[in-house]
Structures are given as C-alpha cells and as structure tokens.
C-alpha cells in the first residue's frame, strides 16, 4: 500500500509564503495525477490544485495566481507553492491523486495568522 507523507506546513502571517512537500513510498507516481486538498475546521476536503502526470497544473479558483502545484517524478515527490497567503487559506493540507484513490497520509497544518 502507498503511503503518503505531506510536509513543509508551519505558521505564516498574511502575504508570506510556504512550500509544502509529499512523497509516496512506491513509484506509482508517475501513472496519477496528483492533487492537493485541504480541510479547514468545520469544513469538508476541497481540491485546491492538481498536477498531471505531464507537469501541467489545474488551480481551484480561490488559489489560482498564489497556488503552484509541482512534481518531480525521480523524487517521488509533489509540491505546492503557495504565496500571499490569507487567513482563510488556514487548514490541514494533504495530498493525494486525482481523483483521491490513495490512502491519506496525516497532512500538515498551515496557520495563517498575524
């Protein structure tokens, strides 16, 4: 069974930035596309941004222009740049496929607060 492991998240205040990172313990990474979610607190899991097996790159309309999602197949690993960050863009993050047929890993926390 894969395994996925999300990390990179922290404290930032508004306007700053943060790289998050996933890996996956098998090579299956280069047969999915790969997807970035986030939960908020009351809220349910959204898709934010995805990343084709190809390298081109979808954004859900309340990121597109701070949020980049990447990947480095060699590495086994997606990231996600996500700059001038505000308040509401606070959840756990995780990643996942795209659909999400993966097993979730335990995400990583990004607090946006001043």
């Known amino acids: 069974q894969v395994q996925l492991v999300e990390s990179g998240g922290g404290l930032v205040q508004p306007g700053g930035s943060l790289r998050l990172s996933c890996t996956a313990s098998?090579?299956?990474?280069?047969?999915?596309?790969m997807g970035w979610y986030r939960q908020a607190p009351g809220k349910q899991r959204e898709l934010v941004a995805v990343?084709?097996?190809?390298?081109?790159?979808i954004a859900a309309d309340s990121v597109k222009g701070r949020f980049t999602a990447s990947r480095d197949h060699a590495k086994n690993a997606v990231y996600l740049a996500m700059n001038s960050l505000k308040p509401e863009d606070t959840a756990v993050y995780y990643c996942?496929?795209?659909?999400?047929?993966?097993?979730w890993g335990q995400g990583t926390q990004v607090t946006v607060s001043s």
């Open positions: 996942n496929g795209s659909p999400a047929t993966l097993a």
């Open positions: 098998g090579s299956i990474f280069s047969i999915y596309a």
């Open positions: 990343v084709t097996t190809g390298g081109g790159t």
